[in-house]
């Protein structure tokens, strides 16, 4: 059992390291200055979308203006359209690393890349306008976020069935998640992480060569890699409520309704369409056939975030947690059952075939309390909180043993601050 103290030390140490995370500068090439809490100093220099939506979640409890910051950075370089790149390269880029180049437009300086992240920033707005009910920022990121979030639903639903898609596994964020090897014509079970990367690489470089240019009619016309992922769309899908209040909180009804309706349409899709009723659990739908690939990650566990999940679905879902031969390992919750011939909870710089990540133990967790679990959620919080207090703020953590994996001094493990 984590005590009071215990929280208060994580607190500190949570707000410590984010402070200590923080990039800030001129940018030369766009004329301004910037400053973001980057997911790790030693690892990832850049700011990541949905970390900085996690780092703002976290920091709504601990530094409230810091929290403000991060996500008025963040939007700062969104596009007419609405497009907020992925990866945003601030300060000087003389040169990046290749995926830098291949996941970007065409140029010398990329300062984003073309691609999307799962859509936590109505999320963490709300958290941070919830914890200060500041008016100024409320009407300072509002705009930002209606015009995002309807740059998702006009260019990445092409069949109009509510559902979004994702057209690489980077704008999961799970990038290496088995659940994607059949698209990527991954036929082992146990790939070497380089063929991986390879394939990976070389649907960037379609993407960019031969689309051309991240062109995305072209790319939902051809293919290759577009899924409609259940992970991506229950983060959609909640962000889209929360925008609701905000554009409530904002006087802006007539918006609120629209979201709230696209709210219902999405949740709808997602428990009609990627249902298995043979599991209970929920699979991405791959390519304009809309195969399911029954792999067993915590993707299919993720409709517990979502608002209109009938009570028999959520019992099924967690069941299927639970299960010690799946997801209810000593340091639960794994990114890949245990039961999933590709579950492999060690290895690292090989991402998320197995280990326990604590961003997807805190929407869980958020979903087992909306729909009554309140003991099983307080039982991952407690876990989570114990695998830091332990191991410290680790990018993510062996759910055998509990030991830390990856980066060290890892932004969005802070979460951890929220789940207690």
């Known amino acids: 059992m984590v005590s009071a103290s215990d929280a208060a030390l994580l607190q500190a140490r949570a707000l410590a390291l984010l402070r200590r995370n923080v990039h800030q500068g001129h940018d030369p090439y766009l004329g301004r200055l910037y ?15 949905w970390d900085s939506c996690f780092h703002a979640i976290a920091l709504s409890r601990l530094d409230l203006d810091l929290a403000q910051r991060e996500l008025l950075n963040l939007v700062s370089v969104q596009e007419s359209d609405g497009f907020i790149g992925h990866v945003t390269h601030w300060g000087r880029r003389p040169i990046l690393p290749i995926w830098g180049y291949l996941q970007s437009r065409l140029g010398l300086r990329p300062h984003h890349t073309a691609l999307v992240q799962p859509p936590v920033l109505a999320y963490a707005a709300w958290r941070v306008f919830q914890a200060g009910e500041d008016t100024a920022f409320l009407k300072e990121i509002i705009p930002h976020l209606n015009l995002y979030y309807r740059w998702l639903a006009e260019h990445r639903d092409p069949d109009g069935d509510g559902l979004v898609s994702i057209i690489t596994p980077y704008e999961s964020g799970l990038d290496h998640s088995p659940a994607y090897d059949a698209m990527l014509h991954i036929r082992r079970v146990r790939p070497s992480r380089v063929i991986t990367e390879l394939r990976l690489r070389w649907l960037d470089a379609w993407h960019l060569v031969l689309s051309p240019n991240y062109n995305l009619d072209r790319i939902l016309a051809w293919d290759r890699f577009v899924v409609e992922d259940v992970l991506f769309n229950c983060i959609y899908a909640e962000g889209l409520w929360r925008l609701g209040e905000l554009d409530r909180a904002a006087g802006q009804h007539e918006q609120a309704g629209r979201w709230e309706d696209l709210a219902q349409r999405v949740e709808a899709a997602i428990l009609s369409k990627c249902h298995d009723p043979a599991t209970g659990l929920y699979f ?20 517990l975030i979502l608002k209109t999940l009938p009570r028999a679905r959520a019992e099924e879902i967690v069941r299927h947690l639970t299960d010690a031969n799946e997801f209810w390992l000593p340091y639960p919750v794994p990114s890949v059952a245990r039961s999933d011939p590709s579950f492999d909870p060690a290895r690292t710089r090989f991402l998320w075939r197995g280990p326990t990540w604590l961003n997807t133990n805190w929407f869980l967790m958020r979903g087992l309390r909306l729909h009554g679990y309140a003991e099983l959620a307080q039982t991952i919080a407690q876990g989570s909180a114990e695998l830091v207090l332990r191991e410290g703020f680790r990018e993510y953590f062996n759910p055998l043993t509990g030991q830390g994996l990856g980066a060290r001094g890892f932004g969005w493990s802070t979460l951890v601050v929220d789940m207690l």
């Open 35 to 49: 400053a973001y809490v980057c997911p790790s100093r030693r690892r990832y220099h850049w700011q990541w979308f």
């Open 284 to 303: 991405n739908l791959e390519g304009r056939a809309e195969r399911r690939q029954r792999v067993l990650t915590v993707t299919a566990l993720f409709p």
